[in-house]
C-alpha cells in the first residue's frame, strides 16, 4: 500500500519529537540541517517503499 501526503505528514509529526530529542546531542550549528536530511530521507524512503503495516519492520530489522 502507497502512503499518501496526509499519511506521510502524520508520520513525520509523529516523530519529530524524538528527532528533536536526538538532535539535542548534535552541535547547535548543524541541527536545522540534520533535522532537515533526517525528515527527507523518511520522506523518500516512505514514498518508495510499500508499506505492509502489518509487517513493519523495527529500525535494527530495517538497517540489515
Do not use: H, S
Not at 1 to 30: F, H, V
Amino acid at each position: 500500500m502507497r502512503l499518501g501526503e496526509d499519511d506521510i505528514l502524520y508520520i513525520i509529526n509523529k516523530i519529530t519529537p524524538k528527532i528533536n530529542k536526538c538532535l539535542n546531542q548534535t552541535n547547535y550549528a548543524n541541527r536545522d540541517d540534520l533535522e532537515q536530511d533526517l525528515k527527507e530521507i523518511v520522506i523518500k524512503t516512505l514514498k518508495r517503499e510499500k508499506i505492509n503495516r502489518d509487517n513493519i519492520p523495527g529500525l535494527f530489522e530495517y538497517l540489515e
